[in-house]
């Protein structure tokens, strides 16, 4: 999708700092990081937010999730803990308009989220 970053990663025009790849997700780490771990789970199909999943496009919740846990062990968090936040919308404050998980961790995480 033109005019979209996350699709321009995906496509190599803009740089990243890739931590996971396969055929349907990409992971790579938020440039602005909240966390001593955030990584920013994508899939490769654009898709604009949890609002735009339908039975064509829901399958890909199992490979993010199935990634999200793999970099979760790979980061040496998945014992001590971490989040999975989508936004969604703007009272939620979503700024990339293709859908993203956020996976934090490394430090102590306030709940609830301001
Ligand atoms: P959200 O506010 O949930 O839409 O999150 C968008 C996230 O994307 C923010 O945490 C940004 O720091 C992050 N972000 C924006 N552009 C880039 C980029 N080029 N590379 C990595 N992360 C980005
Ligand atoms: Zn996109």
């Known amino acids: ?3 979209c970053i996350f699709c321009g990663i995906i496509e190599g025009r803009i740089p990243c700092e890739k931590v996971y790849e396969d055929e349907n997700v ?3 780490k938020d440039i602005n990081p909240e966390a001593p771990v955030h990584v ?3 899939p490769k199909k654009h898709i604009e937010s949890i609002n735009a999943l339908d039975e064509s496009n829901i399958s890909i919740l199992a490979p993010i999730y199935r990634a999200l ?3 979760a062990v790979d980061f040496n ?3 001590s803990g971490y989040r999975v936040v989508t936004n969604c919308g703007e009272d ?3 700024t990339v308009q293709h859908i993203h998980f956020h ?3 490394g430090r102590s995480l306030n709940w609830p989220p301001g």
Do not use: C, D
């Open 1 to 3: 999708m033109e005019n």
């Open 26 to 28: 990409l992971a790579f």
């Open 40 to 42: 920013l789970v994508i």
């Open 69 to 71: 846990k793999k970099i």
């Open 77 to 79: 968090i998945s014992e």
């Open 92 to 94: 939620a404050g979503q």
């Open 103 to 105: 996976l934090l961790g």
